[in-house]
């Protein structure tokens, strides 16, 4: 336990008190996002265990990660295998108040994905981008990598189109129109849904429309409505729905509309891909 004993891990900007203020108001201490930020978070000492915690585990998954590779590389199988390092959620770590997940802010959707495809170009490897990529890619991806055209009803796409240029297997393209997009035409928004658990009061459902310069956010338990400008507020601190400015009423129209559109598709049984 002495790892990262002498360190200090900073609260984040938005693990205060207005920030929770700012929550929706049904909200409330009955919240379990709320709940387990009393158990972790509420006040420095707790913050600073819990995260140097956190911050153990995950330096132990990037030792066995670290050991796994050795091991394929010592047999010689590291340039036969396709990994995918990812995880199923975020979590709040004190921002807006809140613990774990559930809800459509930055902390709770994003999630770490890293892939080392040996189809990759040396020139690729070891670098970043921020396409948006989603959980429905990983299965056409996965299958990508095998040869195999995933089947038509599959609403993800092959992540590989944003690393391999034009050099994807065309046998595979071939056999289905869906992959055959260019990096151009890669997704600029996607659509959020997560259930209520419980009661509204529990953990509430969620959906929004998300994209890299704004949020739309929609609470249907309560019919409550958000709107962020992530370029400006990246941590969702001043919700917009409220404003009278021309510019933002625009795009708050904008987004309701392809919301409702992107939603409907989604739960339609049209072959879409998304």
Same mark, same amino acid.
């Given at each position: ?7 200090t =891990?900073?609260?984040? @900007?938005?693990?205060? $008190? ?8 049904? *909200? !409330? ?13 509420d ?8 995260m ?7 330096t132990e ?24 390092f ?8 004190s ?8 809800y ?9 994905? =890293?892939?080392?495809? @040996?189809?990759?170009? $040396?020139?690729?490897?070891g670098?970043?981008?921020?396409? *948006? !990529?989603?959980n ?7 299958l990508?990598?095998?040869g ?16 391999l240029d034009?050099?994807?297997?065309e046998?595979?393209n ?20 997560h ?39 990246p941590g ?17 129209r904008?987004m ?18 998304l």
């Amino acid at each position: 336990m002495s790892l990262y004993a002498n360190d200090t =891990i900073p609260i984040p @900007p938005t693990g205060t $008190e207005e920030a929770w203020q700012k929550m929706p108001y049904f *909200f !409330t201490e009955r919240n379990e996002g709320r709940i387990r930020w009393r158990a972790r978070f509420d006040n420095y000492t707790k913050h600073q265990s819990m995260m140097k915690n956190y911050y153990r585990m995950a330096t132990e998954v990037d030792t066995a990660c670290g050991a796994i590779l050795e091991e394929l590389r010592r047999q010689g199988e590291l340039d036969n295998t396709f990994i995918i390092f990812t995880t199923d959620n975020g979590n709040f770590h004190s921002e807006h108040g809140l613990a774990d997940k559930w809800y459509p802010h930055q902390e709770s959707i994003r999630t770490p994905l =890293i892939i080392r495809d @040996p189809r990759m170009k $040396e020139d690729r490897r070891g670098t970043t981008q921020d396409a *948006f !990529t989603l959980n429905i890619d990983l299965a056409p991806t996965i299958l990508g990598a095998a040869g195999i055209a995933p089947p038509d009803k599959y609403m993800g796409r092959d992540m590989a189109e944003l690393y391999l240029d034009n050099d994807v297997d065309e046998s595979v393209n071939n056999n289905n129109n869906n992959n055959d997009k260019t990096n151009d035409e890669w997704r600029t928004e996607f659509f959020y849904e997560h259930p209520k658990v419980r009661t509204a009061s529990f953990i509430p459902g969620s959906e929004a429309l998300v994209r890299k310069d704004w949020k739309y956010m929609y609470w249907p338990d309560y019919g409550y409505e958000q709107l962020f400008d992530l370029r400006n507020d990246p941590g969702e601190m001043n919700d917009l729905w409220n404003s009278t400015d021309a510019n933002v009423r625009s795009v708050l129209r904008e987004m309701k509309s392809r919301f409702e559109e992107l939603k409907e598709l989604v739960k339609s049984d049209e072959l879409v891909t998304l």
